[in-house]
């Protein structure tokens, strides 16, 4: 059947499998592999993107259930070739080791900030309940979400 | 022109990271070419059955797939999945089962067809006749007579039973002031790395070029076992290991599928790609630990340990994995930790049972070692009423011993464990907690603190200590080349998958060449581009990897310098590296570009004696002993006596990795370790039932730790370089995991200790803790 929708501020079409996962329809039709499986039961959070301004697993999507929709994806977070705050948090406090949840959790932390622009420690570990990391203990990735809220609450006082 | 500044030491911001923050690093899952096929493994659903037959017929009717294959259509077609740790008794470990499953989860079927769907669909169409046999999952159980026997060739359950003994155990346990007896459990867990394993395969019939990508920590060895397995010949097998979401161990392995992908692909024409699916992660990944000890510890009133006696049984699971059987060693050499303990003997028996096979996870070994030594010391200090710093103290091996010989036959490098105890205690402020701990307890609070002193193994070397059967060693390979335009590639055979190792290593070649950090490529996991290694565990990347690239830069270094003297005319020993430039140590403004002696060496229009064109080295580093991190970890809990949950007051840890080279990183390694430690100490236990179907098989069932299950961890570090290598690096990729688990046990306890519990079996989930305080209270 025909899907269209908006991914990264680019509209498409195409003819997909009715039973096609959002999370396969963006990586193997789309073509973009940033957005991680790691589960594919809702439970890790490693193919966390935003559908309409809000994160959701899309393992747990149909991607017919995304008609019409905006999609965002790791690869659109980045505007004109200037990183997003969290993907320079996540870089500059070593918020990774791997690698394979940090789409996922960047997309979780981005959510997040959009709703508490500063969180506390307990806060954003509550909010990062499903998205999990083996690599990191977190630490880190809490330090690289409190420096990215920081940097976007000067940006916007600026 | 501006001053390169140094770079070792500093906290680098990563080089891996720019491709992993935007979504454009390529993981096996990522691979895409032209015609690829889908693979699907159907799966065992027994614990332990007969397979009277298998039904492909309509499976391989359905539109769309290629091909269905069995265990019986790969017989003298695909070797066996290869173990090279020696055992008495090894079981031939096909592919894909023939005649009978002994595991929920093993591999019974695979499809291939366009579409993973499709493929799936197919599974669905398989029928296969089972005979259910009982199934054996306690491995003491699995030792008993009229126990169901899993390889029958060998008539019993066992794989091997080692032993180690030493009559001084003897004679200390008849002198001691108490034998204090224990059971100590080590349970199954699952190293669940985020990404699970997968492997994509293309045969090039023209070019008779077989090419693996795998979610490997080992790329070279695997092609190695691929050879064998598919009798093809290793000039013409390319294994890349691409990004790697992750390892912890069970991707250091040779596995069923890789070969199969690789077979299907050979005999298909097409590429083939199998991606794993956690639930299949789970059944069909390696699990580690899983080792119950006995143990009979001979003390003296002082707190004075002077003897360890163990017997271990440790679960294998159904087949041997490439290593299967050689961790246990590990737990038993390594148990008598930080301590001057005299005498130690053990034995192992280890054991087949109807699941997963075991093999290394994060310490293999290790873990379990300091689990049991640091029990000890905690059962000591009860057992006398002592404090239990004071016993570690009174037992350490002092800092003027080393090297030092352990009772285990091991050379302990360097160390200095009481300074990292002191400083540990002092920044958690260990009389005030205990102070506070008291007045907690009047108020009916339970506030426990927990030590772990720990020692463990790293870049395990010299070769001979390896396996025989292991193609390559404990040693580690490096090529580094300076390119014609002055920007240097670095070839490391270790396979770095988030150690960070890119960074570390362009770090190293950067300070040694006076060049800038972006002029260095580090290059890993394909075995067409880089030279034979031996890959990334064991905290061995910088440990073994390091000093390998070191001989390499001095080798590069060398040929430069001869160079440049030519052209400066000054002996080559007075020459150094420095701002892209080689220059006068003792006057570094008279000096040539670096760009000027690469010139002359591709250039090489005039012909130097003695030198020959080009700039690259290579080296192979053979380590002559293995390197001993240590350090200490105190944990503050409270308990609560109503929930048995477990809350953090305070976690710290002193952790001595011998010198920093990149201090946020070796951050990172020990937090990732601690959770993954703490993960075992409290929530983390892979459980099958008794007729071996395997309860934990997803992420709801395990309990990987979430953000708000663990701490903020304070960290500080002490500094004790080891003599084994130029670097004077230890390695960090397990400490935190090996401290971590026994410290939390240990301060569970201590929180415990009002109510006269001295020990329960990990995990301490709240419904054991509380069972255990119910227990005690009724009792009481
Ligand atoms: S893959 Fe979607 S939550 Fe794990
Ligand atoms: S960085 Fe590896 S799972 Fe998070």
Redesign the pocket.
Known sequence: MRLSLTINGERREDDIDPRTLLVHYLRDIAGLTGTHV?CETSLCG?CTVHLNGHAVKSCTVLAVQAEGAEITTIEGLARGGQLHPLQEGFWEEH????????PG?IMAAADLLARNRNPTETQIREALEGN?????GYQH?INAIQSAAAKMRTQKAA | MAVIPKFVGERIKRREDPRLITGTGMYVDDVRLPGMLSAVVLRSPHAHAKINSIDLSKARALKGVVCVLSGDDLRDKVGPVPCVAPADHVPYHPVLAQGKVRFVGEGVAVAVASSPYIAQDALDLIDVDYDPLDAVVDPEKALEPGAPVLHEEFGNNSVTFASVPNPAVDEAMRKADKIIKARLVNQRLAPI???PRGAVARWDGGYKQLTVWSSTQIPHLLRSQLAEMLKVGENRIRVIAPEV??GFGCKLNVYAEEALVAHLSMTLGKPVKWIERRRENFAGTTHGRDQITYLEVAALKDGTVTAVKAHFVCDMGAYLQLLTPAIPGFSGLMMTGCYKIPALSFDQQMVFTNKMSTDAYRGAGRPEACYIAERVMDMVAAEFGLDPADVRRKNFIPKEAFPAPTAGGLVYDSGDYELSLNKALEIVGYQKVRAEQEAARKQGRYIGIGIASYVEICGIGPSALLPPKLKGGGWESATIRMEPDCKVTVLTGVSPH?QGQETTFAQIVADELGIDIDDVNVVHGDTAVVQYGIGTFGSRGTTVGGPALMMSVGKLQEKMKKIASTMMEVPPDQLIFTNRTVALASDPSKSIPLQQVVDAAYGYKQPIPGVEPGLDATSFYEPQNCTFPFGTHVAVVEVDPETGVVKFLRYVAVDDCGRILSPLLVEGQVH?GIAQGIAQALYEEVVYDESGQLLTATLMDYAVPKAHMLPRYELSATVTPSPVNVLGVKGVGEAGTIGSTPCVVSAVMDALKPFGIRHIDMPLKPEKVWRAIRDAQQKG
């Open positions: 790691g490693a918020g990774l080791q791997c690698g394979y949840c940090t959790m999990l990391c083996r690599c990191t990735i | 790395p985020m990404e979401g992750g988030g990732g």
